[in-house]
């Protein structure tokens, strides 16, 4: 067993749980009506560690959508299938130091990488870009449900209509992508790619399934439940670097230091955590930071840095 005293790992986790529990800071998202109504106190956590071992905590059963976290996921989909060069052909691997939503390229005029919208709607025009939408959804629904290893996968529809109705800064940024040639020439429509991308933040997982797939992140790509391979091995090692440089807005490189550990958060209230070689975190919890970032999620972060050595430079 890769964690050998199990019961005194989840003591101590559930400890760090109940701790962040009393923090009620931040508000949630209020862009679109479907998060504005998410009851704020709601507070899940699981876990899931590259041998299968799992425990949860708190809403850890009640599904909400995904929203940014599903960067992560369709970067490693686009580059397992595509291959790194080709996908940062169109994408590069710097953090941006702008908004996440914010309408700006790099110096190649390309997107800065694939954490940030600009770059996410891009990695998501290049996933089967030959194939009708249908197809194209009811893909990475299944890519989904396999780096989940079968845990809960759905999709709010609301959730994608609202995103649809309110989408006038996406549509500026990707005009403006348009313009600068950033998405490749298969991409005929530019509404279909942002429905796609929409689609993809409009997913509905539970803190289970978010677990799982974090840990098939912390596995090597390889999902503990099933065994079987759904990222890359190079694809895994490079999203888990974007995680680590760009997964948390702009409290990256803030989080990269006090953390050390790779992550992804969406508005959604989602936080994954990786701890490469032993286990995924998911964390939900609506009231989000001035970053976006789920007050709960990075306090939990930062008290399990505290207590345990798992920080990227601890081992030194
Ligand atoms: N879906 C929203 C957007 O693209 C926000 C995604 C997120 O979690 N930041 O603007």
Redesign the pocket.
Known sequence: LIIPSWNQFCTRIREIYEKCQNIDDGKVADYIPQLSRVDPKKFGISICTIDGQRASWGDAKIPFCV??VSKAFNYSVAASELGADLVHAYVGQEPSGRL??EICLDNNNKPHNPMV?SGAIIVSSLIKNTWNMADRFEHMLTQYRKIAGGEYVGFNNAVFLS?RATAD??YALSYYMKENNCFPNSTNSLSEALDF??QL?SMEVTCETAAVMAATLANGGVCPITEERCIGSRPCRDVLSLMNSCGMYDYSGQFAFHVGLPAKS???GLLIVVIPNLVGIALWSPPLDKM?NSCRGVAFCKELINRFNFHNYDSL
Request: net charge neutral; hydrophobic share 20%.
């Open positions: 929203q940014s996440f939503n919208n995103e800064r996406n991308y929409f933040c969406g508005v959604s976006g």
